[in-house]
């Protein structure tokens, strides 16, 4: 990965015990920033903070956070400022989805995914933007998906596309509301990538689904979303904000 300049900046990263949110965590670290991890799951967190100091010498703090919590959001934003002394970067990106048919989904299937998709990405904006805006600086980057703009038959997962979708429109309201106190707020979309949220996508979806609408003819390797984090949390992507920023190989090109 080609490397940011983020020396000294420090980011909050949610969902980070694995997957993309282990990846925006090296990719950050790799270009300099100190990181705090914040997940559920404390002994993995400690496992990537662990290799994130060995492998880039950063400094790191884990918080074990269940972003359902409102509080343990609040907790989560102060104990990093406490850490760090100030908060340059938000990664919202803690998700989850319950894969049942509409009719079969309940409020609480329903409540279970806003509350960590959505509602959590508000909550944590809120406090990281109290730091921001009184710093006159910081980004939020918000983790959505390209469900944020497409359903499909086989992925029966609509508290999944609702909550994707709202956090496009959270990031455009939080980009014109916080801009002006020179705060940026930006989306990444990722495609296909091969997560532990993914691991019920079958070899046949796969192939009649994903592959065929893929321009480029590589499978998604999950570094490759590392980028498009430290990009954005850049001095590089300065004037940009309020969008969001597609990497799915071409799917929705289609």
């Given at each position: 990965?080609?490397?940011?300049?983020?020396?000294?900046r420090?980011?909050?990263?949610t969902?980070?015990?694995?997957?993309?949110?282990?990846?925006?965590?090296?990719?950050?670290?790799?270009?300099?920033?100190?990181?705090?991890?914040?997940?559920?799951?404390?002994?993995?967190?400690?496992e990537?903070?662990?290799?994130?100091?060995?492998?880039?010498?950063?400094?790191?703090?884990?918080?074990?956070?269940?972003?359902?919590?409102?509080?343990?959001?609040?907790?989560?934003?102060?104990?990093?400022?406490?850490?760090?002394?100030?908060?340059?970067?938000?990664?919202n990106?803690?998700?989850?989805?319950?894969?049942?048919?509409?009719?079969?989904?309940?409020?609480?299937?329903?409540?279970?995914?806003i509350?960590?998709?959505?509602?959590?990405?508000?909550l944590?904006?809120?406090?990281?933007?109290?730091?921001m805006?009184?710093?006159?600086?910081?980004?939020?980057?918000?983790?959505?998906?390209?469900?944020?703009?497409?359903?499909?038959?086989?992925?029966?997962?609509?508290?999944?596309?609702?909550?994707?979708?709202?956090?496009?429109?959270l990031?455009?309201a939080?980009?014109?509301?916080?801009?002006?106190?020179?705060?940026?707020?930006?989306?990444?979309?990722?495609?296909?990538?091969?997560?532990?949220?993914?691991?019920?996508?079958?070899?046949?979806?796969?192939?009649?689904?994903?592959h065929?609408?893929n321009?480029?003819?590589?499978?998604?390797?999950?570094?490759?979303?590392?980028?498009?984090?430290?990009?954005?949390?850049?001095?590089?992507?300065?004037?940009?904000?309020?969008?969001?920023?597609?990497?799915?190989?071409?799917?929705?090109?289609?």
């Amino acid at each position: 990965m080609n490397k940011y300049d983020l020396d000294g900046r420090v980011a909050l990263v949610t969902g980070a015990s694995a997957g993309l949110g282990a990846e925006f965590c090296r990719g950050l670290a790799e270009s300099g920033a100190h990181v705090v991890l914040a997940a559920r799951r404390e002994r993995l967190l400690e496992e990537v903070a662990a290799e994130i100091e060995r492998e880039h010498g950063s400094r790191t703090l884990v918080v074990p956070t269940d972003v359902s919590e409102e509080a343990e959001i609040v907790a989560m934003v102060e104990a990093a400022v406490n850490a760090f002394g100030r908060l340059d970067l938000l990664v919202n990106n803690a998700g989850t989805l319950i894969a049942k048919p509409v009719l079969e989904q309940t409020l609480d299937d329903w409540d279970q995914v806003i509350d960590v998709n959505l509602t959590s990405a508000f909550l944590a904006s809120r406090e990281a933007g109290r730091v921001m805006v009184e710093q006159r600086s910081g980004v939020i980057v918000n983790i959505s998906s390209i469900f944020a703009f497409s359903a499909t038959e086989q992925f029966k997962e609509v508290s999944y596309y609702v909550s994707k979708s709202g956090l496009t429109m959270l990031t455009r309201a939080l980009a014109v509301e916080l801009g002006g106190d020179g705060v940026r707020v930006n989306a990444v979309a990722p495609g296909f990538f091969p997560t532990d949220i993914a691991t019920g996508v079958t070899d046949e979806v796969r192939a009649s689904l994903i592959h065929p609408r893929n321009a480029l003819p590589e499978t998604a390797r999950n570094e490759w979303i590392r980028g498009a984090v430290c990009f954005l949390a850049s001095d590089d992507a300065a004037f940009i904000t309020g969008e969001t920023l597609v990497v799915d190989g071409g799917y929705l090109a289609y």
